[in-house]
């Protein structure tokens, strides 16, 4: 074994270049959904094309990063590269994860030759397709969602590539916005370029890829030693995704088969229904994605994530299903069938880690929105998302109005005063939804209420991803968490319920939008839930008075304290 001190020296450079190449290319972004969030995924690789380092944020794409390289470096070997080359790719099919979620790839070059790949993913402003932001909530094929981009030069030789940066611009309600964004991806490999350049010079090429060779061996071992300490045997487990969006009445099923076998772990998900007619298919690189993050919160937390940690784990995921569809299926609402997986690899493990069991989580809600400014005439394209609360946990609460399952990323909370500088629209209110959390010993997280008003006429798409017909469920004698959905023009005559995934509704200046955020589920009997705890949550505004009554059979006095006796009493009723 090398020196182990300096192979902790290079692991901390690579991520620390990872990140600060993120952070450069997010704020060089122009759509505010990345340069307030920094939600951009960066990733180093090695000459052999192995994930050697990755930034914190946007954890969910890595993995596309990951499936995407070998696919680029197809159709553009390394030896036809060049110094200062950058390609880009979207094709969920090919990596990707569906059109507005692009690639940009740089070579590294030293000694001649690629010595590493940087790679970069963000969502972009807009690259067509029948609705804003390439997120139609109906869409039924990849054309639907947007411009389709093969792995081509963007730049070559440090020099714009004219006819794609026409050819994308083109294709974009938003054209400049688009630019800047794309423009960003490939900034961020500038920054890792320079400071790769300093790590080689300071230790010698030779030494850092041996350092990395070391690292992802390190890795490796790390991820099997943690699975051997996984007691062996064949667990399954299942989750239910309430609609794809067309075939409202129909349900799907996402099957998980965890095969735990010494220090070799197999994901597989045969018995899976087939894929989809609406979006939400999961191109293979989400699929791998959800599951190799939902296996490691049952691993030891300080693997390095890299090639070494892929290597002791097997994945099925059969052709032509929810989690690996064919062409030309529709991706842009994967997250339903990415959470399913996490909630059945969950569900299939929680007998054997009964500590680290927890109810459903919520899933996201997003909305796209366009229109033309009224001064200029200009087209503006706004995305917004809010990610959904954690379910109740073995031994705690879910976490309030951010969910866990949304691949470990820390959460999308974009500055409200930025969104309506630069667009027309004024957000109304942004609180805790009172009673949505599941009932349970330990209570699920709370959903949250959004409103948003319209200063002129608009275009608005809505997808509630999943969990609003069949809420987030419960476990251990939890109780589901209350369903969300999307309500028109609350309090008027016009008042309206959309259906969950409604692609192009017109809206007229003044009109205003409710956004439902489902609640998590419950864990735990809530009749078991310690009073005290439910009359914190009644002064958060989380439970109301009525629901700490109905739901976990405790009265809560006019000063918000427990009413011990009144309490006792409500308990000892049967079924109370």
Known sequence: MRDPFLREIV????????????????????????NQSSEIAIALFDRDARLIAHSGSGTMHVAALHSMLPEVLKDHPPGTLRDGDAIICNDHFRGGIHPTDVGVFRPIFGQGAPLFYYGAMMIVSDLGGVSTGGLPANATECFHEGLMIPPVKLYEAGEPNPAVHRMIQANSRTPQRVMGDIRALVAGGGMAETRLAELVGKYGYEEVS??????????????RQAIERMPDGVYRGSYVVEEDGIEADKTYTVVATVTIDGSHCKLDFTGTDPQARGAINSSCSQSISGAVFTLRCFLDIDVPMNEGFYRPIELVLPPGTLV???????????????????????QALAPAFPQKAMAASGAPHVY??????????????????????????????????????????????????????QYPVLYRRFRFMPDSPGPGKWRGGCGLIKELKFLTDAELTVRAVDRCKLPP?????GKPGKGGGWILNPGRPDAEELPLKKTNVHVHQGDTLVMLVSGGGGFGDPMTRDPELVAADVRAGIVSAEGAARDYGVIIDASGAVDANATRRLRQRPNP
């Not at 692991?11 to 990345?34: K, T």
């Not at 009224?374 to 309030?400: C, E, I």
């Not at 469920?473 to 004698?477: H, I, K, N």
Request: glycine content about 10%.
């Open 324 to 346: 690996n569809p064919k062409y030309p299926a529709a991706c842009n609402v994967r997250l339903a069938t990415v959470q399913a997986m996490v909630e059945s690899i969950n």
């Open 473 to 477: 469920q419960g476990t251990r004698g």
């Open 210 to 223: 041996a350092m990395i060779d070391e690292l992802l061996n390190y890795s490796e071992r790390l991820t």
């Open 368 to 421: 796209t929105v366009s229109g033309r400014y009224p001064d200029t005439n200009q087209m503006w394209s706004m995305l917004d998302l809010q990610f959904a609360p954690m379910g109740g946990r073995a031994d705690r609460d879910g976490v309030d109005a951010l969910s866990h399952p949304v691949l470990g990323f820390p959460g999308y909370w974009g500055n409200i005063e930025s969104y309506e500088w």
């Open 11 to 34: 692991q901390n450079a690579l991520m620390g270049i990872a990140e600060e190449a993120g952070i450069f290319g997010a704020r060089s972004a122009y759509s505010p959904f990345v």
